[in-house]
C-alpha cells in the first residue's frame, strides 16, 4: 500500500475516501491486511502528512481505528475521547484535519459495550467524568422511556444515538466543518463498531 501523498489526497473525493474505509474494515474483519513497509511510511511522512480521513472515537482499548480501518502511518487523524463526545478542542482538531490538512471524510465511530455509555445511562458520578458523562445524557434521554434501568439493548441503542448526536454538535458547532459537507468538500458520517465481531456499521 502506498503512503498518502498531497497529489492522492487532491484527487480523492469524499466517496472514494469512504470507499478505502470500508474495504480496510472489511480486511481487518478477515484478517487480511495490506502489505505496509511501516518504517518506510515513517520516513516517507516525515517530510509532510496528508491523511485522508479524521476519525473520532472512543478512547476504549479494543477500537483503535487504525487497525480497525486496516489503515497505515500517514493516512488518517484519530481523535479519541471517551464516549466519543465532542467539545471545542475536538471540534478544532477535527476543523485543521479538514480545512487546513486536507481530509476529505469525517467519521464520528461509537462502539458497542462501551463503558462511558453504560456508565452515563447508570448515572455514575465521578469527577471530571461527571462532565464528559454530561454530553451523553441527551442520547440517554432520547431513549429512556421511563425510570426503569435501562436494558442492555438500550444501552446500544443509547450508543448508536450518541453518534447522531456527536454529529449534531459538529454541523451547528462548526459552521467551517458544515459548510465544507455543504460543498461537497467532505462526507459527515456516523458508525458504529462491534467489539465482537470486528465490523464497522456506517449509519
Known amino acids: 500500500m502506498r503512503t498518502q501523498t498531497k497529489e ?5 473525493t469524499p466517496k472514494c475516501a469512504h470507499d478505502i474505509l470500508v474495504q480496510g474494515n472489511k480486511r481487518f474483519a478477515e484478517n487480511l491486511k495490506a502489505q505496509r513497509n511501516l518504517k518506510d511510511q515513517v ?18 482499548s479494543r477500537v483503535p481505528a487504525e487497525l480497525v480501518f486496516d489503515q497505515g502511518i500517514g493516512d488518517i487523524f ?10 471545542k478542542d475536538v471540534l478544532g482538531s477535527m476543523e485543521y484535519a479538514c480545512k487546513v490538512a ?5 467519521v464520528v465511530m461509537g462502539h458497542t459495550k462501551c463503558g462511558a455509555v453504560t456508565a452515563a445511562c447508570k448515572n455514575v458520578k465521578l469527577g471530571n467524568v461527571t462532565t464528559l458523562l454530561e454530553k451523553i445524557k441527551p442520547a440517554v434521554d432520547a431513549i429512556r422511556k421511563n425510570d426503569d434501568e435501562l436494558t442492555a439493548e438500550q ?5 448508536f444515538e450518541n453518534v447522531n448526536v456527536s454529529i449534531d454538535r459538529i454541523r451547528k458547532e462548526s459552521p467551517i466543518l458544515a459548510e ?4 461537497g468538500e467532505i462526507e459527515i458520517v456516523g458508525a458504529s463498531y462491534d467489539v465482537n465481531t470486528g465490523l464497522v456499521e456506517f449509519h
Open 8 to 12: 492522492i489526497q487532491d484527487n480523492l
Open 43 to 60: 520516513f516517507e511522512t516525515s517530510k509532510g502528512q496528508f491523511p485522508f480521513a479524521v476519525i473520532l472515537s472512543c478512547i476504549d
Open 78 to 87: 484519530s481523535v479519541r475521547v471517551a464516549g466519543n463526545v465532542v467539545n
Open 102 to 106: 486536507g481530509s476529505k471524510i469525517l
Open 155 to 159: 444501552i446500544e441503542e443509547v450508543s
Open 180 to 183: 465544507m459537507e455543504e460543498n
